[in-house]
């Protein structure tokens, strides 16, 4: 189920309104909560992105252990062949991790489509993604941009959606945006055709250009 009609305010990065900008009510209008897509495109995204690299040793990879520690018989000890015994302190790991373990999971591109429209849908109904004119700055500056941040409201913690257009010149403005951005603690940084479920439920605000708006729309129509 989605809203009739939705529409939002165009920001300059000045805090200026220069417009607004008629959203898709089936990308940003969608009233269902689906929590169980979404809950699975979040597991997806956080099982995927661990290195899965934990590795322990296992008995014939344990050093040492050539010689039996000590006699067969006479001790009262329980007998014992090496110390690479699982039982010996410093001895080989049984069933541990072996370096080759894999946690990836999957979610089909039709699910994955949802949960990103109904956490996009959550953050216009919250108010809380703002549309700008253009992402860009005409010189490296991490102090431009946040005043620019606080300007439009984006306070807290900011997912901005990286939109590379295609002609060389505006393209080193976004480029510039990114490198003042990046030393920003509370921002956050995702290209446009790989918007994280993850990130956007985890960010307080959405700061998205108009161009990229449409590209979305389009993506996940």
């Known amino acids: 189920m989605a809203e009739k009609k939705v529409s939002l305010a165009v920001k300059k990065l000045s805090g200026e309104e220069s417009g607004t900008v008629s959203l898709n009510p089936a990308v940003f ?34 050093s040492g252990g050539g010689k039996k520690p000590f006699r067969q018989k006479g001790t009262g000890r329980a007998r014992a062949g090496s110390t690479r015994s699982p039982i010996w302190v410093g001895g080989g790991t049984v069933f541990g991790p072996d370096g080759m373990q ?7 591109k039709k699910a994955h489509k949802l949960a990103l429209r109904t956490v996009l849908s959550e953050k216009v109904a919250d ?21 620019s941040l606080k300007a439009i409201g984006a ?13 060389e010149k505006a393209a080193v403005g976004v480029q510039n945006f990114i490198l003042s951005a990046q030393n920003i603690a509370a921002v956050g940084m995702d ?16 700061v998205i250009s ?8 389009e993506a996940l129509q």
């Open 29 to 62: 209008g969608i009233k269902d909560e689906n929590v169980q897509v979404v809950h699975d495109a979040v597991n997806v995204e956080l099982a995927n992105a661990r290195q899965a690299t934990a590795k322990t040793k296992k008995r014939h990879e344990v």
């Open 102 to 108: 894999s946690y990836e999971l999957k979610q089909n």
């Open 127 to 147: 108010k809380k993604l703002i549309v700008v004119e253009d992402i860009a700055a005409e010189k490296i500056s991490t102090k431009a941009v946040s005043e």
């Open 155 to 167: 306070e807290g913690k900011t997912l901005i959606v990286i939109d590379y257009p295609e002609d």
């Open 191 to 206: 290209e446009i055709d790989n918007v994280s479920v993850y990130d956007v439920l985890y960010a307080d605000n959405i």
């Open 210 to 217: 108009k161009g990229g708006v449409k590209k979305i729309e």
